[in-house]
């Protein structure tokens, strides 16, 4: 699989309930981001961590990330209806490079 | 809030036309992107510009695109000769510094870019 791949592909839950999305890369990376796409719209970035971190919080938002795994996991508690969103997980390798690498996302569905 | 701001959101075009999509990143920003989106598929990045020049791009960013900032505010993503499969959301980011400076991307609303 490719960089930057999120699971699970869909998600639905009901309002209140918390929400887990995973990413996993393959290569090692500097950072990780993960941003929320409302249906055709823009990417709203949402948190950052670096490659040395291994959890971040914001907001209902928790974040972690594991190197030696590769992976990261976006957690969103209590759950609204307006999370309804894609969510994306975005790394920047290491080596100089610029670019962000996407995964497909997860798309989430909260339902009232 | 800054933001950054994109114009048109939607764009149609013929085929074989010649496109300019438009970006005003954040003020205080030097790293501006663009990246894009075919419907269903992952974002995509295609260049990174800073200090007036390209500083990385990938492989879909072939002579066809061009990207220029012809003032301090503005920055220009322009295909010259429009394909059917270059309809896209095409989205401009911007940051303080690189990205492996650990700083955040904050992207526009984006341009749908339909190709006819």
């Known amino acids: 699989s490719q960089q930057g791949e999120e699971d699970p592909q869909a998600l639905s839950i009901q309002e209140g309930e918390n929400a887990t999305m995973n990413c996993s890369y393959k290569?090692?990376?500097?950072?990780l981001q993960w941003y929320r796409q409302n249906s055709g719209r823009g990417l709203v970035h949402l948190i950052l961590?670096?490659?040395?971190?291994r959890e971040k919080h914001s907001g209902r938002l928790r974040v972690t990330l594991d190197t030696s795994k590769k992976s990261s996991s976006l957690l969103i508690t209590a759950s609204r209806a307006a999370d309804t969103a894609s969510y994306f997980c975005a790394t920047t390798p290491q080596g100089g490079s610029e670019k962000l690498v996407f995964g497909k996302g997860t798309k989430l569905t909260v339902n009232p | 809030e800054p933001e950054v701001t994109q114009t048109p959101s939607h764009q149609v075009t013929q085929m074989g036309q010649e496109v300019i999509l438009r970006c005003v990143p954040i003020s205080n920003h030097l790293y501006f992107y663009w990246y894009r989106q075919i419907l269903g598929q992952k974002v995509e990045f295609l260049v990174s510009f800073y200090n007036n020049e390209i500083s990385e791009k990938s492989e879909i960013f072939d002579d066809q695109f061009s990207v220029e900032r012809p003032d301090g505010s503005n920055f220009t993503l322009k295909i010259r000769s429009t394909k059917l499969e270059d309809s896209a959301m095409y989205f401009c980011?911007?940051?303080?510094?690189?990205?492996?400076?650990?700083?955040?991307?904050?992207f526009g609303q984006g341009t749908r870019l339909t190709v006819v």
């Open positions: 961590i670096r490659s040395n971190e």
């Open positions: 290569t090692s990376i500097n950072n």
């Open positions: 980011a911007s940051s303080e510094a690189l990205g492996g400076g650990n700083t955040e991307a904050f």
